[in-house]
């Protein structure tokens, strides 16, 4: 999986207002994102996270995704954040 495809997953998982998306060793199968959304309002961390966890478990399992390290904020902590 690309970069780019996976962003472009997430982006059909959950409407996007920021997304950061590296590949941790160049092999295309360690991530580490951020994704800021609309979506993740009123989510416990877990329920966030499981928005895109879940659809990926198919790529997890065939290790297309071998490690992908998440983070996810809402529009306003993202604000606060970089106030």
Not at 33 to 43: D, L, N, Q, R, T
């Amino acid at each position: 999986m690309t970069q780019q495809e996976l962003e472009d997953f997430i982006r059909d998982l959950v409407p996007v207002d920021v997304i950061h998306v590296e590949d941790m060793t160049g092999t295309q199968d360690h991530w580490k994102v951020m994704v800021v959304s609309p979506a993740f309002e009123g989510k416990s961390r877990i329920e966030q996270h499981k928005l895109i966890f879940d659809p990926l478990q198919p790529r997890i399992k065939t290790n297309e995704v071998h490690a992908l390290t998440l983070k996810t904020y809402t529009p306003e902590k993202w604000a606060k954040l970089n106030g």
